[in-house]
């Protein structure tokens, strides 16, 4: 069998991207905010049924800067059930992440664990809807109106998605998406922080180009985190295919679930209620004892015929050596992180493919 990775990056048809990058030639604009960068933004929003967009470079530097925005001191309640970027973007504003334990059923944070660990230093909430599984946006709410808490969602996993019909990434102060080349949706590298207020606009603008409002004038100490004119043009062009490549990954998934669903031991994900998923991954959970290997040995298994699943997340951020003893237990996270694999999963992923990868797991 042909390797297989986890994912496969989004390409548009090599034409659609010169024919989109061509007027560059006769502007040389190429960065700081030019007619791609602004109609993308707009394109967004429509796309994603939020207020505002803010483009940025990547989806680390979205969340680092929408969590500045805020301009917070103290603790951060937030899921070691993640990738690095979002453990990382909370310590690096000098915020300290209180870890907490995650739900069995869709792997995002248990909201009826949070108020627990709030204290007088609990400034925001950082939940991620990790794999596209949307959090339990109306209760966390409700926790953060009570405790006067500011609510960013990590929401890289989410893009596109509709919960109870509303865009996914307007819940909360704000949501950040990535763009990375693995994502869903991607612009090759590329974030954006989504959100509904006004006044955010001017402050993450300036946060991510220097806090340059003009040729005399600067206004605070931004950074730089704009996103090029060549990253906007790719996400205009697969903008124009994002829906059918969520229709090819639903079908994926649909395989998966039809030829795994009764194998003792092998929990799949499903989809939620109420949500419009995007399929971003496909994640199943391998129980040792039912299913009579051990995760990492069903990797190892599919490695060995060219399969290559990821262990996506394991280890929790939490036992990253840089954070090592600071962290809170969180016994389901825990084993879950020892029990999860992704399959690989993207547009264009043959049903062959997929068929045989599901015969590797089940043995046959
Ligand atoms: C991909 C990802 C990010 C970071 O996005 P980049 O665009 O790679 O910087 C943050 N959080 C989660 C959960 C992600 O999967």
Request: charged fraction near 25%.
């Amino acid at each position: 069998m042909e390797e297989i990775f986890v994912t496969r990056s989004f390409m548009p048809p090599f034409e659609e991207y010169v024919g989109e990058i061509r007027d560059i030639w006769n502007t040389h604009w190429l960065t700081n905010m030019g007619v791609k960068h602004q109609q993308l933004e707009k394109e967004l929003q429509s796309y994603l049924g939020v207020r505002h967009v803010s483009l940025m470079v990547n989806g680390h530097m979205a969340l680092e800067m929408a969590l500045q925005a805020f301009d917070l001191s103290g603790e951060v309640i937030t899921t070691p059930f993640t990738f690095a970027s979002t453990t990382h973007a909370i310590v690096r504003n000098g915020l300290t992440p209180v870890f907490c334990d995650i739900r069995e059923d869709d792997y995002t944070i248990d909201a009826a664990k949070i108020e627990a660990l709030i204290t007088e230093k609990t400034v925001a909430i950082v939940p991620v809807h990790v794999y596209g599984n949307i959090c339990q946006v109306e209760e966390i709410q409700r926790i953060a109106d009570k405790h006067g808490l500011k609510v960013v969602y990590d929401a890289a996993h989410a893009f596109g998605e509709r919960y109870k019909g509303r865009g996914a990434t307007s819940f909360g102060d704000a949501s950040i998406l990535s763009f990375h080349a693995t994502k869903v949706f991607n612009t090759i590298e590329g974030g954006a922080v989504c959100f509904s207020e006004d006044d955010m606009e001017r402050t993450l603008y300036n946060l991510k180009n220097f806090g340059i409002r003009n040729e005399e004038c600067v206004e605070s100490v931004g950074a730089n985190a704009k996103m090029n004119e060549f990253q906007a043009a790719m996400g205009l062009c697969n903008l124009k295919h994002v829906r059918e490549a969520i229709e090819e990954r639903r079908k994926v998934a649909e395989t998966y679930q039809e030829l795994l669903q009764d194998i003792p031991g092998i929990y799949c994900w499903q989809k939620q209620e109420d949500v419009e998923a995007n399929y971003a991954y496909f994640p199943i959970r391998v129980a040792q004892e039912e299913y009579g290997e051990s995760r990492d040995e069903l990797f190892e298994r599919l490695g060995q015929q060219g399969i290559h699943a990821r262990k996506y997340f394991y280890p929790l951020t939490s036992s990253f050596e840089c954070y090592q003893g600071k962290a809170e237990k969180t016994p389901i996270a825990e084993r879950i992180s020892h029990q999860i694999l992704c399959l690989p999963m993207y547009a264009g992923l043959e049903k062959e493919c997929v068929e045989g990868i599901c015969r590797i797991i089940r043995r046959d």
